[in-house]
């Protein structure tokens, strides 16, 4: 049995997710009325635009230990999902208009993110829920050695217990020794040979590979119960892009961390995740195990992204796009917002009803016309 079948297994078993998102939905902008003045030196009340929404009622839980992908286009609302876990989005300008995300804090207690006070959610981030983002070099601060940037995790992160020192760190010379410690194990376990040498180092003396396994392990060192990676690899050539998903697989399974993985590459997905949403538009449109949803995907547009993948040159043939674009917000309709692109689409397609859910609870696809590739 392999780790994605160990992880679909508890989940029948009835585990419960470390974190679980319920129709959220987010908006960006709002109507309201400011004052301008013009050129000819008089000022009119002028209305602003009213909210766009761009995810709409996204669901998904995501267990312990779980490699969990949420793909799709650029502009599907995937990183809009991601930050909005953290309220990392830019406030007032976007607001989380509906739904909920529950974590779980404590073993038994759930915690409510969206409507956690600030000064309590602070506590979360970077302890207990993660973030690795898709520009090391922006991530970490030029002028700094890498060596007091990881150090600052046991300053301020989740080893700070009541009494202000390290969890775990004896008194002393030792105290001082516990940390580095921990942290050169770390980098060893993330690949790196001389971890002094990368201590020592500034960000821009070492590659991009390397910054980003350097905030894998920054992320990874407070043993958080989530990581959201959001697109990690985006910036990495495809051999470096391997080396540094291996390493986050590997460390969060030693862990038991979940990891939430945003990409849209699909390849990425069949590689390294248990289970995969399929985003479009700001909706989730199918969900499942990877095996299946790759396997045997339901919705014509999970269809589209596995037929538009390059093949080996043993077997080329010409690919597959999908005509059309992602709509922008402001275009998005009630009904199936696939509708335009699909080549099944029908008149019950362009309804003002949302689809149907199809398929089995381990596996659905939201659509009128649906029906299993392979």
Not at 21 to 31: H, P, Q
Not at 213 to 231: G, H, N, Q, Y
Not at 317 to 331: E, F, M, T
Not at 341 to 354: G, H, I, N, Q, V
Request: proline share 7%; aromatic share 6%; hydrophobic share 40%.
């Amino acid at each position: 049995m392999d780790s994605a079948e160990k992880i679909v297994g508890g989940m029948q078993d009835g585990e419960k997710p470390v974190l679980s998102v319920r129709e959220l939905s987010v908006a960006f902008g709002g109507k309201s009325s400011t004052r301008r003045k013009f050129p000819k030196f008089w000022e009119k009340v002028v209305e602003e635009e009213s909210p766009l929404q761009v995810t709409d009622r996204v669901s998904f839980d995501i267990f312990p230990g779980e490699f969990f992908a949420l793909v799709g286009e650029s502009g599907c609302g995937k990183s809009v999902t991601a930050m909005s876990i953290l309220r990392l989005l830019p406030y007032p300008s976007a607001k989380i208009v509906n739904g909920e995300v529950m974590f779980e804090t404590d073993g038994a207690t759930r915690t409510d993110l969206v409507k956690l006070p600030l000064e309590d959610l602070q506590k979360i981030r970077g302890s207990e829920i993660a973030c690795i983002f898709q520009e090391p070099m922006q991530a970490l601060n030029p002028v700094v050695t890498i060596k007091k940037q990881l150090l600052e995790v046991f300053k301020f992160g989740a080893f700070r217990v009541s009494g202000g020192e390290p969890r775990g760190v004896s008194s002393g010379e030792s105290r001082a020794k516990e940390p580095l410690a921990i942290i050169r194990e770390q980098l060893l376990a993330a690949g790196f040979k001389d971890p002094d040498r990368v201590l020592d180092s500034y960000p821009h003396e070492l590659s991009g590979g390397m910054l980003q396994r350097i905030c894998i392990v920054m992320a990874l060192l407070p043993k958080p119960k989530l990581i959201v990676a959001d697109e990690p690899t985006t910036a990495l050539d495809v051999t470096v892009q391997a080396q540094v998903l291996k390493v986050l697989k590997q460390l969060a399974e030693k862990t038991g961390t979940a990891v939430l993985l945003i990409t849209h590459n699909m390849g990425i997905v069949s590689e390294y995740a248990h289970r995969v949403a399929v985003m479009y538009a700001g909706r989730i449109v199918e969900c499942g195990p990877v095996r299946e949803v790759i396997g045997h995907p339901i919705h014509p547009y999970t269809q589209g992204l596995l037929a538009a993948i390059p093949e080996s040159h043993s077997e080329m043939r010409n690919l597959q796009a999908i005509p059309g674009s992602v709509p922008h917000p402001k275009d998005f309709v009630a009904g199936c917002r696939f509708a335009d692109r699909c080549s099944r689409c029908t008149a019950e397609c362009k309804k003002e009803t949302l689809p149907p859910k199809v398929g089995s609870a381990g596996h659905f696809a939201n659509c009128f016309n649906a029906k299993e590739f392979s």
